[in-house]
């Protein structure tokens, strides 16, 4: 029996959550769901998004998913999905792209996976707002440090990015390409203008890239041409590493390549801790209407699978997913041609549809 912790949380995610939940259970694996709070719904209860309780079960159970949680304005929180990552040190973020027949998307046989840091850069959270005079002091500071001009109106944020945060994050990635089969990590980057950060996880990419010679091919690139490679030729990429920042951007274009944010699942990984969310966030203006696409977090619920170690129980639920989307009958209204389709079903519905199809799938795990 596995204990897992379940975090529903706002907007949506009690809907898509839930469907992750009902598919899990129709697995057959038993699970000891330990649902806990974050997000609106603790604010009420805990006078906070990110209770205690919730960060310790996580870190008791080592296993958690969670639906998509709101960033409520004015509680001090930046994000709190961005804090949970943080306080839980889960520093990679895995996100799988591939397409799917049925689901319509600009290319077919894209099968790319994103690994973003989760802990540094921009994400830091270090920030000091224009015409504060904390910040006022600091622009004179850094002004007579680095002899650059800076506008006394400036907003400052700042960007750290650690040789050790980098070489961890490119080590995940090269093991999860090895333990994945897969053939080739790229390192994306702008080290050309910011060579102190960018450079520097650059450099590190290059030197652990070194102790995959012959095993894991590796090449780094710029952002922005590896944004126009990933929308002309997204077949060429394999394992994308890349900074915080650029990981969070990269990872909706490649949604986009796929067919949308309905389909794109994720895991946040780090020492013996694994959470699974969707990449989509809260949608707050279809809460509560059975309306949108389960898809993400129920594929999200197969890597947990995969994660676990229950290959034949993930391989069915995947299949199941693959049969739904392919035959796109009993699919949400993202995924037919025409958005306001009448024969587009629910969320419930489209979860009712895999797991009826789970029941007829046979699979052989080697
Ligand atoms: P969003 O991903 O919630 O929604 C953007 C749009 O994408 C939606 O309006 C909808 O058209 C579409 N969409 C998203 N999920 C879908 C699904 N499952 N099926 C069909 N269509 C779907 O992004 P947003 O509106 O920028 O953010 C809303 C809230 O979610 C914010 O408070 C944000 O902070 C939070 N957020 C949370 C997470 C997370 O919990 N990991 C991630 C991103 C955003």
Sequence with gaps: MY??????????????????????????????????LAGESAIKKFNTPLPE??????????????????????????SVNVALRKELNLYACVRPCRTFAG????????????????????????????GEPF????????QAQSRQPIRPDAGISIKPISKSGSARIVTYA??????????????????????????LFMHTAREVARQYEGRVAFEDRLVDATCMQLVLRPREFDVLVLPNLYGDILSDLCA??????????????????ALFEAV?????????????????????????????????????LETAVEAVLREGQFVTYDLKA?????????????????????????????
Aim: charged share 25%; with cysteine; glycine share 10%.
């Design 338 to 366: 025409e958005r306001n389709d009448p024969t587009a079903v629910g969320t419930k519905e489209m979860t009712e549809a895999i797991v009826e199809k789970m029941k007829r799938v046979k699979v052989r795990v080697s």
């Design 103 to 130: 689901v319509r998307s600009p290319f077919q046989n894209v099968d790319l996976v994103l690994v973003r840091e989760n802990t540094e850069d921009l994400y830091a959270g270090i920030e000091f707002a224009s």
């Design 135 to 142: 910040t006022q002091q600091l622009i004179a500071q850094l």
């Design 3 to 36: 204990k897992i912790t379940f975090i529903p949380g706002d907007g949506i995610g009690p809907e898509v959550a839930w469907a992750a939940r009902r598919c899990l259970e129709a697995t057959g694996i038993s699970i000891h769901w330990d649902e806990r």
């Design 53 to 78: 309780e919730t960060l310790q079960s996580v870190r008791d159970n080592k296993i958690a998913i969670k639906g998509p949680i709101t960033t409520p304005i004015g509680t001090g929180f930046r």
């Design 280 to 316: 989509h966030g809260s949608a707050p203006k279809y809460a509560g209407l059975n309306k949108v696409n389960p898809t993400a977090m129920i594929l999200s619920a197969v890597m947990m699978l995969q994660h676990l170690g229950e290959q034949e129980a993930a391989q069915r």
């Design 256 to 273: 986009g390549l796929v067919g949308g944010l309905g389909v794109a699942p994720g895991a946040n990984i780090g020492d013996g801790l």
């Design 174 to 199: 090269f093991e999860y390409a090895l333990a994945h089969g897969r053939k080739k990590v790229t390192a994306v980057h702008k080290a050309n203008i910011m060579k102190f950060t960018d450079g």
